[in-house]
């Protein structure tokens, strides 16, 4: 999970397999699992407005009623996912892609070098973006990981490290071909991917990525920014921590926003517009 904004120490070539049309719920066909090479346009695409739940902490509660749950990737295993695939669920694997976590099982496989300074989270560092050669095959374990437990989408953290103290010398054209990195990795593997915050760069990757998560956008003056992906017919999951909902949904349900009052732990708890 990204550190909100205030509390940070502070053009696109498109995938062909972005063709598919949007839904907000299980097909029959699932797409490819196991290994299975994706064909093109097989990924789920969720669409503008799908109801979601997003939990990252405590104890999992599946008895939220909505189509989409967004729960961490390492911390759960197949038979959860299933499980969730069973109540007619879509299940998006959360992992961090622009930070290293210390607590992570392969946190070991990440040299000292490609690891920076704190992103505001404890335990969290910004990783060296640039070194494809070293991060990429780490990346690709970890969505091997997704893909065999039975996700069917990607929410890939961390993804704007360009405009946050990282240690590193990381420029947008770094971002931008780090971010197309994850979404072919994701794609190449039947699942779809989320474009994490990264506002100024939407226009350049909306065709990439299949959706958006959006943090606190309406506590900045942003959610407009959102729209590139709305047009498209692509979802936007969009999270509150310190504003009432009275004070965004009703902007919220005007861009066809997927919004929720959270709170910073990511628990069960949720507030929906």
Same mark, same amino acid.
């Given at each position: 999970?990204?550190?909100?904004?205030?509390?940070?120490?502070?053009?696109?070539?498109?995938?062909?397999?972005?063709?598919?049309?949007?839904?907000?719920?299980?097909?029959?066909?699932?797409?490819?699992?196991?290994?299975?090479?994706?064909?093109?346009?097989?990924?789920?695409?969720?669409?503008?407005?799908?109801?979601?739940?997003?939990?990252?902490?405590?104890?999992?509660?599946?008895?939220?009623?909505?189509?989409?749950?967004?729960?961490?990737?390492?911390?759960?295993?197949?038979?959860?996912?299933?499980?969730?695939?069973?109540?007619?669920?879509?299940?998006?694997?959360?992992?961090?892609?622009?930070?290293?976590?210390?607590?992570?099982?392969?946190?070991?496989?990440?040299?000292?070098?490609?690891?920076?300074?704190?992103?505001?989270?404890?335990?969290?560092?910004?990783?060296?973006?640039?070194?494809?050669?070293?991060?990429?095959?780490?990346?690709?374990?970890?969505?091997?990981?997704?893909?065999?437990?039975?996700?069917?989408?990607?929410?890939?953290?961390?993804?704007?490290?360009?405009?946050?103290?990282?240690?590193?010398?990381?420029?947008?054209?770094?971002?931008?071909?780090?971010?197309?990195?994850?979404?072919?990795?994701?794609?190449?593997?039947?699942?779809?991917?989320?474009?994490?915050?990264?506002?100024?760069?939407?226009?350049?990757?909306?065709?990439?990525?299949?959706?958006?998560?959006?943090?606190?956008?309406?506590?900045?003056?942003?959610?407009?920014?959102?729209?590139? $992906?709305?047009?498209?017919?692509?979802?936007? $999951?969009?999270?509150?921590?310190?504003?009432?909902?009275?004070?965004?949904?009703?902007?919220?349900?005007?861009?066809?926003?997927?919004?929720?009052?959270?709170?910073?732990?990511?628990?069960?708890?949720?507030?929906?517009?």
């Amino acid at each position: 999970m990204r550190h909100p904004t205030a509390l940070l120490p502070l053009v696109a070539l498109l995938l062909a397999g972005c063709s598919a049309a949007p839904d907000d719920g299980p097909r029959d066909d699932d797409g490819p699992r196991n290994g299975a090479t994706a064909t093109a346009g097989t990924w789920w695409r969720p669409a503008p407005g799908v109801g979601w739940q997003w939990q990252l902490s405590g104890r999992l509660d599946t008895s939220v009623d909505v189509p989409v749950y967004d729960i961490d990737g390492f911390d759960h295993d197949a038979a959860t996912v299933a499980g969730l695939h069973d109540d007619g669920r879509r299940v998006v694997c959360y992992l961090s892609t622009g930070a290293w976590e210390d607590w992570r099982p392969d946190a070991k496989k990440f040299p000292a070098s490609v690891i920076g300074e704190g992103n505001g989270w404890k335990g969290e560092r910004w990783l060296d973006i640039r070194r494809t050669d070293v991060l990429e095959p780490l990346l690709a374990a970890r969505l091997d990981m997704c893909r065999d437990k039975g996700f069917d989408a990607v929410e890939p953290d961390n993804m704007d490290g360009y405009r946050n103290t990282t240690g590193f010398p990381i420029g947008a054209a770094d971002q931008l071909r780090y971010n197309r990195l994850v979404a072919r990795l994701a794609h190449e593997r039947g699942m779809s991917v989320g474009l994490k915050n990264d506002l100024d760069q939407i226009p350049a990757l909306v065709g990439d990525f299949d959706f958006a998560v959006n943090e606190q956008c309406a506590q900045y003056g942003e959610c407009a920014d959102l729209t590139p $992906f709305v047009e498209a017919g692509k979802a936007v $999951f969009h999270v509150e921590y310190e504003l009432p909902t009275s004070a965004f949904c009703a902007d919220s349900r005007r861009l066809k926003l997927s919004s929720l009052l959270k709170k910073y732990e990511l628990g069960a708890w949720r507030e929906a517009c």
